[in-house]
């Protein structure tokens, strides 16, 4: 087994903080994943992982020698860009740092078109927030990402859409005879907030209007909050891409002010990208076909 594959797995069982979530990320057992790490450690002659029921956490050692591994696999990576690149993209990687609205109804069906046309182009998918997204793509841990403007760094963007903010109700809720929302009248109900540590469109959407929600439940998963709605157990703002094709039974409603989250595509810069992200870019022109329904 090469030593690169070993280095992807460290990298891999830091992220996840458990051997067996980075098996089932990168297609291997449990098993193999500890092995591969067994064997750097034997072969370097250093402990690199701190092993707990918990969660795995680098050692003194591990955390001098990471950022070198981490150089040695972007360096794999941009080294299989150029051969991409010299093969005119019939063969590439595309590592995606995304939020899991657009990893669920847009990326779908802009990959599938872009496999289309250049199936030898391979994909690795890294959810996370928005402070997250953007800090993988300025560490190279992924090449593009989605993100909402303004983001905080320098990172070269592109804007792709505005995607409303709406009221969440449970269906025959007192507010729902409201056409357009008034904010404020939310500051009556149970209220349950999409945050995570301390990011969130609707938190700030709130602090700008002086609301102060009567906030019950704080969750980054969208669904787990639609679901609560939907049983009465208060009421939220959701941006429009996370309220499509949803199962529940619920009652949207707009806001006396329109309110909205910017999305755009990020990279350090397209300059540097590979030629298979520059292309993928190109794909995103058909953003709005891939949000409809």
Request: hydrophobic share 40%; aromatic share 8%; net charge negative.
């Amino acid at each position: 087994m090469s030593s690169i594959t070993k280095y992807h797995a460290l990298l891999k069982a830091v992220e996840c903080g458990s051997f067996t979530k980075a098996a089932a990320a990168l297609d291997y057992s449990q098993s193999g994943i500890s092995r591969m790490i067994a064997d750097l450690e034997s072969e370097w002659n250093i402990s690199l992982l701190e092993r707990s029921s918990a969660r795995l956490s680098l050692t003194a050692e591990g955390l001098s020698v990471l950022p070198l591994v981490q150089e040695i696999c972007n360096a794999e990576t941009r080294l299989q860009d150029r051969i991409a690149e010299l093969n005119g993209l019939e063969k590439g990687f595309i590592r995606i740092g995304t939020f899991s609205s657009v990893a669920t109804h847009w990326l779908p069906n802009i990959i599938a078109r872009f496999q289309n046309d250049y199936p030898g182009i391979e994909y690795e998918l890294l959810l996370g927030d928005y402070e997250e997204i953007e800090r993988w793509i300025l560490d190279g841990r992924v090449d593009c990402g989605f993100l909402r403007l303004p983001v905080q760094s320098d990172l070269e963007t592109e804007f792709l859409e505005q995607d409303r903010l709406l009221a969440v109700l449970p269906e025959n809720h007192p507010l729902a005879e409201y056409a357009k929302l008034p904010i404020k009248a939310l500051r009556d109900y149970p209220f349950m907030m999409l945050e995570r540590e301390n990011s969130s469109d609707v938190a700030e959407l709130m602090e700008r209007r002086g609301v102060e929600p009567d906030t019950q439940f704080i969750t980054w998963d969208d669904y787990a909050i639609l679901a609560m709605v939907e049983k009465g157990l208060g009421i939220s703002i959701l941006p429009e891409l996370i309220l499509k094709r949803i199962p529940y039974r619920l009652t949207l409603r707009e806001l006396d002010v329109p309110a909205y989250r910017s999305i755009c595509f990020a990279v350090r810069t397209m300059k540097n990208a590979s030629p298979a992200v520059r292309k993928f870019k190109d794909y995103l022109v058909f953003r709005s076909d891939s949000s409809a329904g």
